[in-house]
């Protein structure tokens, strides 16, 4: 099968294009949000080709993940929308910019985004995360505290950025992604953009996970902290809490008892290792790339199909 597909989010990309097919990723010489090409950050495998929008005419189905590209999608082609993310405004009443469209599917990479987003009478399906299984394994011997997130200085209380200066008091921060530039200080120090291989190496390092976003789809630099063995600690939020079992991890609303959990995971390895044995068991059966890659091959069969 030829799928048109943009490329937007990395990490998910970076999985879903692991798959049998062939993967046409438009290009133009800006190399922009409209046409970066192939990741350069990703080892992506040589089914992946790039290519101008213009020259892309033979796609069997479309992967859309922004509402700007259902226009660029040539006349014809079955469309799929991925919705990556938690709807935002008049929350639980936010309707989705494809409510009420017939022609299209929109599927949700978590549950809750489908119980969250009003799509009307627009048909959805959930189809859960899947990750590539990073090489680093968490060794834990560094006591500092390790964030994984992008845009932490725009995004602020969405991320949980704000919660940062809590946790410092029991071990200094370390906070890898994009757009982290500007946040060193007093204890945190920023890796900005780092390549994925190398950040996985330095993150396997740290004591213990955090991931402080509020509110946000389910980040897959949690899954991959968990697939390496790290004790995870989180807020209770969106889909944390399906992901993270009690025996996984430490979640909560309330960040003092979140504080707590990061003092006894870097102050006893013993019970950190049983979390993160627990974590990376979880991982690996609920968010296998073999499970996510099947899932998708009988969504896509079923929509080609069905447009015939």
């Given at each position: 099968?030829?799928?048109?597909?943009?490329?937007?989010?990395?990490?998910?990309?970076?999985?879903?294009?692991?798959?049998?097919?062939?993967?046409?990723?438009?290009?133009?010489?800006?190399?922009?949000?409209?046409?970066?090409?192939?990741?350069?950050?990703?080892?992506?495998?040589?089914?992946?080709?790039e290519k101008p929008l213009g020259a892309i005419r033979d796609a069997d189905i479309a992967i859309v993940q922004r509402p700007e590209e259902l226009a660029l999608v040539p006349p014809g082609i079955p469309v799929v929308y991925v919705e990556h993310n938690t709807p935002k405004g008049d929350v639980p009443n936010t309707r989705h910019p494809l409510a009420d469209r017939d022609g299209v599917l929109v599927v949700h990479v978590t549950h809750f985004n489908?119980?969250?987003?009003?799509?009307?009478?627009?048909?959805?399906?959930?189809?859960?995360?899947?990750?590539?299984?990073?090489?680093?394994?968490?060794?834990?011997?560094?006591?500092?505290?390790?964030?994984?997130?992008?845009?932490?200085?725009?995004r602020g209380r969405v991320t949980g950025t704000d919660l940062y200066d809590r946790f410092t008091p029991v071990a200094p921060l370390?906070?890898?992604?994009?757009?982290?530039?500007?946040?060193?200080?007093?204890?945190?120090?920023a890796y900005d953009d780092p390549p994925q291989h190398v950040m996985h190496a330095d993150v396997a390092r740290r004591g213990a996970y955090l991931h402080l976003c509020r509110w946000t789809s389910l980040g897959?630099?949690?899954?991959?902290?968990?697939?390496?063995?790290?004790?995870?600690?989180g807020l209770a939020t969106t889909e944390a809490i399906e992901a993270v079992?009690?025996?996984?991890?430490v979640l909560?609303?309330?960040v003092s008892v979140l504080v707590e959990a990061?003092?006894?995971?870097?102050?006893?390895?013993?019970?950190?290792?049983?979390?993160?044995?627990?974590?990376?068991?979880?991982?690996?059966?609920?968010?296998?790339?073999?499970?996510?890659?099947?899932?998708?091959?009988?969504l896509l069969e079923e929509e080609t199909c069905g447009s015939r």
């Open positions: 099968m030829n799928i048109l597909l943009w490329h937007v989010h990395g990490s998910w990309t970076n999985a879903f294009v692991r798959g049998k097919h062939r993967y046409l990723i438009p290009v133009n010489a800006a190399r922009d949000a409209w046409g970066r090409g192939r990741a350069r950050t990703f080892d992506w495998p040589p089914t992946v080709e489908e119980l969250f987003w009003d799509c009307g009478g627009t048909r959805t399906a959930v189809v859960e995360h899947g990750i590539v299984e990073p090489t680093a394994r968490w060794t834990g011997e560094l006591r500092r505290l390790a964030v994984v997130t992008n845009e932490p200085v725009r370390d906070v890898f992604g994009i757009g982290t530039a500007g946040l060193n200080g007093d204890r945190i120090t897959l630099s949690l899954i991959e902290a968990m697939r390496m063995g790290m004790p995870v600690i079992p009690p025996d996984a991890g909560s609303t309330q990061a003092r006894w995971l870097l102050d006893e390895p013993a019970a950190a290792k049983r979390l993160g044995d627990r974590a990376r068991q979880v991982a690996l059966t609920r968010y296998g790339l073999d499970r996510f890659l099947a899932d998708w091959d009988r």
